[in-house]
């Protein structure tokens, strides 16, 4: 990407760990950064931070008059105990917001010229050994309900002038933030066993490759419509387990019954038991046909640049 091309970058969401890991890789570019949320983030870095409440229009929306592009981040992390009004958090955060940018860009005298939605490949559902693409249809359970009500919302608050670009991410990798901070951490504990059957698909994307693609989604104008953001080898469980605790150097790791799990993951991790005891394995035939090129398409060579085992 040329630097020259870059203007105004608008995150909304942009304080967590996928905000910021994109906030630092388009600052690279010379971008104009400006990070939508409630709270300031914890790092700092040369972004701008507007408040805004997610819900209402506001000065924030200024912000996207005349603005390059959007990323829309925004949503209730499902890393929780699904109580009722988590659920309802989670569903409201996602489809409020999205539906309150798309008045914001409506109201602008000069809209962005593209919108990159953040969605996810839990819409999938939890097909047992079934590889999913962009064209599969979508399961069963809140997590393919919210993910159909949130791209509903988006198409329906997109403008016909702008492009938009939907990102149904899976497991994102990186250091610092996310889930990943959590099993490893269990890993370096010998907890790093199969969860479950071991069998369930667990699909990932290393977070320079998730930048990468949000890169091309604001510059490439070829790029629109739905894609899967997944690296190109979806890996069970149980060999994803396997190879993160060669990554950290332990040679051992308790498996987790399924039965435990259920125990223990409200109980002590605070979790869904859910997350790890199901997944899906899912590939994106858009990005292969466009070329799209991995700097990490292996969960070997992923881990080993986090954890510095090459």
């Known amino acids: 990407m040329n630097s020259n091309t870059c203007n105004r970058i608008v995150i ?3 304080s967590g ?3 910021l890991g994109l906030a630092r890789h388009l600052q690279t570019y010379n971008a104009d950064i400006v990070i939508l949320s409630r709270r300031p983030p914890a790092a700092t870095g040369g972004w701008r931070h507007v408040t805004w409440d997610a819900r209402s229009l506001g000065d924030w929306a200024r912000e996207l008059d005349g603005a390059t592009g959007l990323v829309n981040l925004v949503g209730r992390s499902v890393d929780c105990v699904k109580t009722p009004d988590h659920c309802d958090e ?3 955060s996602r489809v409020e917001a999205t539906r309150i940018l798309g008045a914001a860009i409506r109201a602008a005298a000069v809209r962005p010229r593209v919108w990159v939605q953040m969605s996810t490949a839990h819409g999938y559902g939890d097909p047992p050994e079934v590889v999913c693409d962009e064209d599969a249809p979508f399961g069963y359970g809140l997590a393919p309900f919210v993910a159909r009500a949130w791209e509903e919302a988006f198409r329906e608050a997109l403008p016909d002038d702008t492009r938009g670009v939907v990102l149904r991410t899976s497991f994102v990798l990186g250091r610092g933030g996310g889930a990943m901070t959590k099993l490893a951490w269990l890993a370096r504990l010998g907890l790093g066993g199969a969860v479950g059957s071991g069998r369930q698909g667990m699909s990932w994307i290393h977070l320079t490759d998730m930048n990468r693609l949000f890169e091309r989604a604001l510059f490439d104008e070829s790029m629109r419509g739905d894609y ?3 690296a190109p ?7 994803f387990m396997r ?4 990554a950290v150097g332990m040679p051992l790791g308790l498996p987790a019954p399924a039965f435990l799990v259920r125990i223990a993951a409200p109980l002590i991790m605070r979790t869904d038991p859910e997350l790890a005891l199901y997944g899906r394995y899912v590939v994106s035939q858009r990005l292969r046909e466009e070329g799209f090129e991995f700097r990490f398409p292996t969960l070997r060579e992923a881990l080993a640049d986090l954890f510095g085992r090459r």
Do not use: K, M, Q, Y
């Open 17 to 19: 760990f996928l905000g």
């Open 243 to 246: 190879e993160l605790r060669r």
């Open 12 to 14: 909304a969401g942009g």
């Open 228 to 230: 899967i953001a997944t």
């Open 90 to 92: 989670i569903l409201r």
């Open 233 to 239: 080898h979806p890996v069970s469980n149980r060999e």
